[in-house]
């Protein structure tokens, strides 16, 4: 599993480096936050409702399963500079959270595919198909992503996959491609060794990501 992991999200880094070279043009951070505006009637994620039965005592007793609701004290904003900041971010994190999932989504299904394979070559193979595909597929996107949006998406990437890409790398692949990507991401001001902290740096990040999550955003 983790070998898949090391695979997909280094192909994804690449991309995620490519976004970088694509938007040092400082043009590319120049946008307005009024031109940011979140639409709060629109959620990313719409929220789900779970209808389902349980047995107690030989009864069969209906239940209704809803999202999480979270509830944080209100954000004072002490200038329309901060809060301009905070709607950028929840912008940011609405344009690249379904990116993020869709790797961890990539890496489960791409684990349970590599069983159905007869043998170590077809599955080499086969990463090596996937690592392309992701190329194709993501490269456009990521070019229309902004350079903070691109930052973003490396830290939202461990956040879903629960582990340092450059440690993956490292670790599964080879130190030396892990030292080519995080040198390459370096040179634009970016990291791959960054960690998401949601309980410090990123607590703001992941309360915006959660209220998100549960369509409150």
């Known amino acids: 599993m983790d070998r898949i992991k090391a695979y997909i999200i280094a192909a994804l880094l690449l991309v995620v480096s490519a976004v970088a070279m694509a938007q040092s043009d400082k043009n590319a951070e120049q946008v307005k936050p009024e031109d940011m505006q979140v639409d709060m009637d629109s959620p990313t994620f719409v929220p789900m409702v779970k209808v389902g039965k349980v047995l107690v005592d030989g009864d069969s007793i209906q239940y209704v399963e809803l999202n999480n609701v979270y509830v944080y004290p209100t954000l004072n904003f002490k200038n329309a500079k901060q809060r301009a900041a905070f709607n950028r971010l929840v912008y940011n994190v609405k344009k690249v959270l379904p990116i993020a999932k869709e790797v961890n989504r990539i890496i489960i299904e791409t684990y349970e595919y590599l ?76 990291s791959l060794t960054k960690k998401y902290k949601p309980e410090t740096t990123d607590r703001l990040t992941e309360r915006v990501v959660l209220m998100v999550e549960a369509g409150q955003l």
């Open 115 to 190: 069983q159905t394979l007869p043998n170590k070559k077809a599955r080499d193979e086969h990463l090596k198909r996937v690592e392309q595909d992701i190329m194709e597929q993501y490269k456009p996107r990521m070019k229309k992503l902004t350079y903070s949006q691109g930052k973003l998406l490396i830290k939202l990437v461990y956040r879903e996959c629960n582990s340092s890409a450059y440690e993956l790398i490292k670790a599964i692949i080879s130190p030396v491609r892990a030292g080519f990507y995080q040198a390459f991401a370096w040179t634009f001001g970016a």
